[in-house]
């Protein structure tokens, strides 16, 4: 219809979609400080004119919601659970490539419980960052009891919980607003990038929106129905949700203000609905009071709560500077600069692809404009309110802290689209069935960003693939699973007791075993009717070299990376390989390496020297030194480098700290990470000095290289051309 402004709904519509475009393609140029106004300014504009319009005319959304058959609406519901299904579990076992090391935890503590008899205490539950909550348990003890216990298997467990969200969220949303609105935002929910990673990667957050749509639906049902059961099962449910993740406080809190809302608004039965919400909160203390008397003996919500809280030590510390920055670290979070963690996120990437972004700008602020509809008040309350716990802590950007905001985003974005669809019918007829290709078009604009963005840049992004050290251990945890029965697997000292490799080879927890250089070159303690597998970490060549050497004929799988990289390494030893080394040569183990003088200063002040052989100086990881209680802590190596082509070499160290090289006497490098000018080497041996130097930090590293001239890499020194000092 024709506004006093001569403008059509439909042309408003595409007004206000135009402006919000420019404002999103200014916000997501992150790295250009002024984008950030001047895509609010675009923003703005485009709400204004939303807005202004919806006063001065008959809103698109003052039209009821259009009847669905229950056969049409069946129909895309199942259609949009089909998609959800598909994002889910397409390619899951390609990625994400491993567990992340608190997921591992989770697996092994369930596991431990399960077949050990294992009884986490409630205090421990409360206070440990590596346990996972008491929900987490619980579903995952279900979960494990049903099916094996497995990487795919933990990852498949999330996503089923993420389908079992949208069921609720429909369900909620349509008593709210409507089946389209409804429809619109579990579509949103389906192909959303950042809730998909979290329903593929098991971590506990995903139980945030759960909890929030099962609480919702069973909320409106009660507000609905006027029965006493359904009021007793919304407190259960908020209840339970307390002890899931972190975020779920705020929602209790929300839901506290929800009941305030629907008491004050419905007069004529306020007095039963107070009795029926006193029962509701009743309920809830009741099922939360073991959580609530340890947060009351602990004076505070919970160790991992105050560990991340920011205020007021932000406010003492910057100001109101301090509190703005922090405001737009959780504003800008959605559509321009995401979390940084590459667990939760492509590294600093905004976490609602550009239709979304769009769709819930523009529906947040029509929303503000009809705060005094129901509806937007839930949405918009709800939005502001599941912010808090990201606005609050360390990170205000942090993706799993924000969360609880998906199912108040999705909302928004549903409801704003609903208008665009509704703003057809003041499209001329012939015109009809172009809008509705256009709202499919952008529909379709939405799956497939978000499809391209996780599963190619997101999967392919290095750091997201390596999830820290997670695509390398769950590798290993899972090679044991499959052969531990066969094989005695030394486990380089980084990935040692992994949680993800305990997990996922739990079953074989016998067949570990720890590389420890020099005492493993002869594989003490390990039976010998069964082969033996090396699992070596990234940078460790010198270590795999030097086991080829002695035990020749072993067979060698690697892990790559996207980039290319070998980020683990499997050497394959079958048992008659493993134990045919005769006794003279094992005797002769002890004269490879240089011979190294390990100092350090122990916590009560007492100085304390050991003296050792090493094969070859090639320690990856803090715990290959033998001593571990440092900073500080200083190595001096000597011995004699048989060279036996002569030519100018090349030397390089690579260390987290300070290290120095002298040949024959002469220094030839000083200072970390360094290429060596290039020296004279004489066949026969050359007298070799290195050193060590560690005052600070807690990683520790330091391998020792070498190349010829003309050659293309530089390699660990072999431990054969090394002589230790006598």
């Known amino acids: 219809m024709k506004s006093k402004f001569f403008l059509s709904s439909y042309q408003v519509v595409l007004i206000t979609l135009f402006l919000a475009a420019l404002g999103q393609t200014q916000w997501i140029q992150a790295d250009k400080p002024v984008t950030a106004l001047t895509g609010f300014i675009f923003y703005f504009l485009a709400v204004f004119i939303l807005g202004w319009f919806s006063f001065k005319n008959n809103s698109p959304h003052s039209i009821k919601d259009s009847h669905f058959t229950v056969r049409k609406e069946t129909f895309l519901f199942i259609l949009i659970l089909l998609i959800a299904a598909f994002f889910r579990f397409y390619r899951i076992n390609e990625f994400p490539a491993g567990l992340f090391n608190d997921q591992g935890c989770e697996g092994l503590n369930v596991l431990r419980i399960l077949r050990e008899g294992w009884r986490p205490s409630f205090s421990d539950i409360f206070q440990s960052n590596k346990v996972c909550t008491p929900t987490t348990y619980a579903f995952m003890l279900l979960w494990f009891k049903l099916f094996p216990a497995t990487q795919i298997s933990f990852f498949m467990s999330s996503a089923v919980i993420s389908l079992a969200t949208i069921f609720f969220i429909y369900y909620a949303f349509r008593r709210l607003s409507g089946a389209t609105t409804a429809l619109l935002a579990i579509f949103f929910l389906a192909v959303m990038r950042w809730d998909v990673t979290y329903s593929r990667d098991a971590h506990p957050a995903i139980e945030s929106p759960f909890f929030i749509g099962l609480t919702l639906a069973l909320w409106f049902y009660a507000l609905q129905s006027k029965k006493n059961w359904a009021f007793a099962g919304t407190g259960l449910a908020l209840g339970i949700s307390l002890y899931s993740y972190q975020v779920c406080k705020a929602f209790a809190v929300l839901m506290a203000v929800y009941a305030v809302y629907e008491w004050w608004t419905d007069v004529k039965a306020r007095k039963r609905l107070g009795v029926q919400i006193a029962l509701l909160f009743f309920v809830c203390l009741a099922v939360a009071l073991p959580l609530l008397c340890e947060m009351w003996s602990r004076s505070g919500l919970g160790s991992r709560e105050n560990e991340l809280m920011a205020f007021p030590g932000l406010y003492l510390q910057k100001g109101i500077q301090g509190v703005w920055d922090q405001f737009l670290g959780t504003a800008f979070t959605f559509n321009r600069l995401g979390d940084i963690w590459y667990f939760h996120n492509i590294p600093g990437h905004r976490l609602l692809d550009d239709g979304m972004g769009v769709f819930f700008v523009l529906g947040f602020g029509f929303a503000l404009w009809r705060i005094r509809e129901r509806k937007c008040f839930y949405a918009v309350l709800g939005f502001l309110m599941m912010c808090l716990p990201a606005f609050l802590s360390t990170q205000a950007n942090h993706a799993s802290r924000l969360l609880g905001t998906i199912p108040f985003i999705i909302f928004l974005c549903g409801d704003f689209l609903f208008g665009v669809v509704k703003a057809g019918s003041s499209v001329p007829k012939s015109w009809r069935i172009i809008w509705k290709f256009f709202i499919g078009a952008l529909l379709a604009l939405c799956l497939i960003q978000n499809f391209d963005s996780y599963f190619h840049d997101q999967a392919h992004q290095e750091d997201c693939w390596r999830v820290g050290d997670g695509a390398q251990t769950s590798w290993i945890g899972k090679a044991i699973a499959w052969d531990g029965d066969r094989y005695s697997y030394v486990i380089c000292s980084h990935f040692y007791g992994d949680y993800v490799v305990r997990f996922l080879g739990f079953d074989h927890s016998e067949a570990m075993f720890p590389l420890r250089l020099p005492e493993s070159m002869n594989f003490p303690s390990l039976p010998r009717d069964k082969g033996v597998c090396l699992a070596l970490e990234e940078g460790q060549g010198g270590v795999l070299k030097l086991f080829q050497s002695l035990y020749p004929g072993g067979t060698i799988e690697s892990l790559q990376s996207p980039s290319g990289e070998t980020v683990a ?94 040949v024959d006497g002469k220094i ?46 530089f390699e660990v020194i072999p431990a054969f051309c090394l002589v230790p000092a006598r």
Request: glycine share 8%; aromatic share 10%; proline share 4%.
């Open 569 to 662: 390494t499997l050497y394959r030893l079958t048992a008659q390989q493993a134990w045919a080394m005769s006794g003279s040569k094992r005797e002769s183990l002890t004269h490879l390496g240089l011979r190294g003088t390990y100092e350090i200063r122990s916590l009560d002040g007492k100085e304390m020297s050991i003296s050792r052989i090493d094969p070859v100086l090639n320690f990856t990881f803090r715990n290959d030194f033998p001593l571990v209680h440092f900073p500080p802590l200083s190595v001096h190596w000597e011995g004699t480098l048989e060279v036996s082509q002569m030519g100018r070499f090349n030397f390089l160290e690579l260390t987290t700290d300070q290290g120095t090289l002298a």
């Open 668 to 713: 030839i490098l000083d200072g970390a990470n360094k290429i060596s000018k290039a020296a004279f080497l004489a066949i026969g041996p050359h007298q070799i000095k290195v050193t060590f130097e560690k005052v600070s930090g807690i990683d520790a590293a330091f391998s020792l290289l070498w190349k010829k001239n003309d050659d293309q890499k």
